[in-house]
C-alpha cells in the first residue's frame, strides 16, 4: 500500500482479500473507498451496500471505488477499521479516539461497544 506499511498481523486481513461488494446479498465487514489508487476513507458496517449509498446520496466523499473485507463479527471489524484508520490516515477519517477497557480490548469512544457498557 503506498500510505503506509500494511500491518502484519495473524488473520489481519490484506489488501489481497478486499473483493468489490457483491451485488444482491448482504455485506457486512469493512470496506474501503478509493480516488485512484489511495484509500480516502475506511468505514465498518453491517450493510456495506447501504453505506456506498449514503455516501454517494450526501456526496460528501469523492471516490471512484468500494471495495470490502466480509467480517459478520462487529468487534472484529471495529478494531479492524480503527488500526487501518490509525495506520492508514484516509484523508476522510476523522482521528480516532480510543481507550482500553479492562479487559484489555481497545475500543473506540463514541460506538456502540461503549454504549453497551453504559458509558455512553
Known sequence: MP???WPQFPC???????APLPHGKLFAGVYFLY???Q??????SVDCHE???EHK??????????VG????RYTDRVRVEAVLCLLLSPRHN??????????????????RVVEEEGEA
Request: hydrophobic fraction near 35%.
Open 69 to 72: 473485507w466480509e467480517c459478520a
Open 12 to 18: 489481519f486481513p490484506r489488501p489481497a482479500d478486499f
Open 51 to 53: 453505506r456506498e449509498r
Open 57 to 66: 446520496s450526501k456526496g460528501k466523499y469523492l471516490f471512484d471505488r468500494v
Open 94 to 111: 476523522q482521528a480516532l479516539r480510543l481507550r482500553k477497557r479492562k479487559d484489555g480490548n481497545w475500543v473506540e469512544l463514541g460506538r
Open 39 to 44: 484509500i480516502v476513507y475506511i468505514g465498518q
Open 3 to 5: 500510505q503506509a506499511t
Open 35 to 37: 480516488k485512484g489508487d
